[in-house]
């Protein structure tokens, strides 16, 4: 009797199973490198700038989707909450951020509907839903509106390194190589 199972018969999963493994590993390299950063942030008023998130959340729309790009954005704020260089804000601003800008790039497949879901998940969306977090969980009296100003800068600047990063990948032909490589 043959114990061996067809690889025709196991290939759909097998290759759906390899594309996540290397959508996960992926997801954890942008959280190391996000955390690995986190140092380099720029205070404006209560919130704390922090571009390199918005890069990692642009580079995990486009090359990995929602899902993985809401979880490395998550993980990332995690962690560094828990390593004391983030604040319970970077939770809203960074997961709408990457959830829009990749919905935007998945449904579109062009850059710029990514990058403008950033600018507006984090700036403007992630900036309103931080009045809750800041109100209730850590007891500051702020203007519903007081973080987007702070956030959109921190987007822009982030979302604007990863257009000129995205830009020299595309430009070297490695853009559509680093797609197949993940979803292949």
Not at 27 to 51: H, Q
Not at 73 to 89: D, E, H, Y
Not at 135 to 163: C, E, R, W
């Amino acid at each position: 009797m043959n114990d061996r199972i067809s690889p025709t018969i196991c290939s759909n999963s097998s290759d759906a199973s390899r594309v996540r493994v290397k959508k996960l590993v992926v997801s954890g390299m942008l959280t190391a490198l996000t955390v690995a950063l986190s140092g380099f942030s720029i205070p404006v008023g209560a919130s704390k700038c922090f571009p390199i998130q918005h890069l990692a959340n642009v580079l995990a729309g486009v090359f990995l989707g929602p899902v993985y790009g809401v979880s490395m954005a998550f993980s990332a704020s995690l962690i560094r909450n828990l390593m004391g260089t983030g604040s319970l804000l970077a939770f809203p601003g960074s997961m709408a951020g990457a959830f829009l800008g990749a919905c935007l790039f998945q449904k579109t497949r062009k850059l710029l509907p990514a990058y403008l879901g950033e600018v507006i998940g984090t700036g403007l969306i992630g900036g309103l839903l931080c009045y809750p977090v800041a109100a209730l969980l850590m007891g500051k009296d702020v203007a519903v509106f007081f973080f987007v100003a702070p956030f959109f800068m921190s987007t822009l600047a982030g979302t604007i390194l990863a257009a000129v990063l995205l830009a020299m990948l595309r430009r070297l032909g490695l853009f559509s190589y680093f797609e197949r490589l993940i979803n292949e």
